[in-house]
């Protein structure tokens, strides 16, 4: 089965502007992870959803993160604007459902911010 | 909230030695445990998991132990390769919390040749 693809693999701009990163999960998981994972840290959850409703956005800046799952399928999650502390990869990771269903991870986005 | 410390940070063995790599968590609601292999570059690559009801699991060369009275348990790869070099993360979650994955720091593994 084809895994979570994400794009663009890697992204460079400049603190204040805008960037987007997309996540297609693997098909039919109904549950979507974006998760931030710092140069030498462990990912850290920033919004999950179970089909298109979010089930825990708590750790997400939300004077600056966006996230959304239209159609329960795809995922785009957005910064806007970016500071320096937002350099990191951006993972997303889909399962089954929710609980202690295994989760699976894209390769992420590494973000760059000058 | 659930807090995982993952011990130690670095570990290098001799190609064919056995690695152990050791986590603790604190909320004792936790009830799932994955451990992910991270290459560089890639995203992280589930290799095994345990359940709360269950005390061991064991999958080829690895194996993961789960104490759940003393709030920890560990990931054991016996006969290790080169290939098997890697960052490691431990990782806890709960039913009641959606799922959400609470990882440790992680262990950079060498298996010198």
């Known amino acids: 089965e084809a895994g979570v693809a994400q794009s663009p693999r890697y992204k460079i701009i400049e603190k204040r502007q805008s960037v987007a990163f997309w996540c297609n999960p693997i098909s039919g998981h109904a549950t979507l992870y974006w998760y931030q994972q710092i140069l030498g840290q462990g990912p850290k959850l920033l919004i999950q959803?179970?089909?298109?409703?979010?089930?825990?956005d708590s750790q997400l800046p939300k004077d600056r993160f966006s996230a959304e799952r239209l159609k329960g399928v795809d995922s785009t999650l957005k910064i806007q604007p970016a500071k320096l502390e937002d350099s990191a990869v951006y993972l997303c990771?889909?399962?089954?459902?929710?609980?202690?269903?295994?989760?699976?991870f894209g390769d992420g986005t590494r973000l760059s911010i000058l | 909230g659930e807090n995982v410390e993952q011990h130690p940070s670095t570990l290098s063995v001799q190609e064919g030695d056995s690695a152990v790599i050791k986590c603790t968590y604190s909320?004792?609601?936790?009830?799932?445990f994955p451990w992910y292999k991270q290459e560089l570059g890639k995203g992280p690559q589930l290799i095994i998991d345990i359940r709360s009801n269950v005390g061991e699991k064991k999958d080829q060369r690895i194996a993961v132990t789960l104490n759940k009275t003393a709030k920890h348990f560990s990931l054991h790869i016996t006969e290790t390769q080169p290939e098997d070099s890697a960052v490691y993360f431990c990782a806890a979650s709960m039913n009641n919390q959606g799922g959400k994955l609470i990882f440790g720091q992680g262990t950079e593994l060498s298996v010198k040749p």
């Open positions: 959803f179970q089909n298109n409703g979010v089930v825990d």
């Open positions: 990771a889909s399962s089954l459902g929710s609980g202690d269903q295994p989760q699976h």
């Open positions: 909320d004792s609601a936790s009830n799932y």
